[in-house]
């Protein structure tokens, strides 16, 4: 039987590869209003504002590449399959960095900058360009309502039965570049304990929920998170 691992990785994992992180030192957050720009009301209010946001994070994301971290994630996740086991990718992040690097269903419990929605109707599809304001909803008509497909504050995590599942059939726990302040993401960690797997935190510094870990390593995720991965392909769970 194969070894499972849950990763949960948050905006740490895609600092190296340009893209911002929230709540670090010059951080999304820092520089603007997420109740303006991350929320239903906001939108509401202003959904000029918000689309330009997303349209310059859009414009970054084309520009940017994975980073080691991301490359060593798809590694694991090739190895633990080709040994019986298994890798369930939950990202907090909304980039698609994790997909450019050969990762495959990665769970984005926050949504999807790439991919457009519709406010009225709830439909998606895949989308780099800007979010147009004067944009028909294909699918219901609706004028005006085009967003990205990200979950903003006050709206529900996706996935949450399949990570309840994963948790269940995890060996291991590893949270990768998330401060943990965010929930229900950041409560992953203490589920996971409660169901006796093991933890492990991969951060720049320690995080908001750092005691919650068996065991930690800290430094830029280029470079801890390919050694942690093969420390855990050389030795499993041992390490
Ligand atoms: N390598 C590893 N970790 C890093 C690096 C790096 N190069 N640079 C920063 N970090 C760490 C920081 O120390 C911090 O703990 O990554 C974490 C980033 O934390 P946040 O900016 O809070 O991002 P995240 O945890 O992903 O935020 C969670 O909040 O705003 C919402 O929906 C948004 O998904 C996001 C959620």
């Not at 918000?50 to 971290?69: D, K, Q, S, W």
């Not at 801890?224 to 390490?239: F, K």
Request: with cysteine; charged share 20%; proline share 4%.
């Amino acid at each position: 039987m194969g070894l499972n691992v849950f990763v949960l990785t948050g905006a740490g994992v895609s600092a190296e590869s340009g893209l911002g992180t929230f709540r670090d030192e010059g951080g999304v957050w820092t520089q603007y209003d997420l109740a303006e720009v991350a929320t239903p009301e906001g939108f509401a209010r202003d959904p000029a504002k918000v689309r330009a946001f997303y349209n310059a994070r859009r414009e970054n994301l084309a520009g940017a590449a994975p980073n080691p971290a991301h490359v060593a994630l798809a590694r694991l996740q090739r190895e633990l399959a080709a040994r019986g086991g298994g890798l369930f990718l939950c990202t907090q992040n909304v980039d698609d960095l994790h997909e450019k690097a050969g990762s495959t269903e990665v769970v984005h419990i926050h949504g999807e900058l790439a991919v457009t929605r519709c406010h009225a109707c709830e439909a998606t599809r895949s989308d780099t360009g800007p979010l147009d304001g004067e944009a028909i909803c294909e699918a219901c008509g609706a004028a005006g309502m085009a967003r990205p497909h990200v979950v903003w504050f006050g709206e529900m995590t996706l996935f949450l039965d399949e990570i309840t599942d994963a948790l269940h059939a995890a060996d291991l726990f590893v949270a990768i570049g998330t401060s943990g302040s965010v929930y229900p993401a950041a409560g992953f960690v203490s589920e996971a304990r409660a169901l006796g797997v093991r933890t492990c935190e991969l951060n720049l510094e320690p995080s908001d929920n750092a005691w919650a870990f068996d065991e930690s390593f800290y430094g830029p995720a280029g470079e801890v998170v390919p050694a942690w991965v093969e420390r855990v392909l050389g030795e499993g769970l041992r390490s």
